[in-house]
């Protein structure tokens, strides 16, 4: 069965970085593109990353120069690397499947704060 599990969020300054994790298990990793979602309180879910099954790589246009989408298909991770961050940036951070979308997990909780 799929699962994807987030990991990495937490506490950041304005400007900080952070890195969040996607573990993936059950099914071909490396046959699947795989993609980075946020929701903040009382806003909708929305797109921030994805990357292909070749790793083409595609940004939400507010994070472009900031986050940067990575995989490996060895480990069967989804890496998403987040610098310069801003408080606009804290939401719930999920990973999830964009063509063959699986059930939503517990996400990881990013919030930037001064």
């Known amino acids: 069965q799929v699962q994807l599990v987030e990991s990495g969020g937490g506490l950041v300054q304005p400007g900080g970085s952070l890195t969040l994790s996607c573990a993936a298990s059950g099914f071909s990793f490396s046959q699947y593109a795989v993609s980075w979602y946020r929701q903040a309180p009382g806003h909708e879910r929305q797109l921030v990353a994805s990357?292909?099954?070749?790793?083409?790589?595609d940004y939400a246009e507010y994070v472009k120069g900031r986050f940067t989408i990575s995989r490996d298909n060895a480990k069967n991770t989804v890496t998403l690397q987040m610098n310069a961050l801003k408080p606009e940036d804290t939401a719930v951070y999920y990973c999830n499947l964009p063509y063959t979308r699986h059930t939503w997990g517990q996400g990881t909780q990013v919030t930037v704060s001064s």
């Open positions: 990357i292909g099954r070749r790793g083409t790589t």
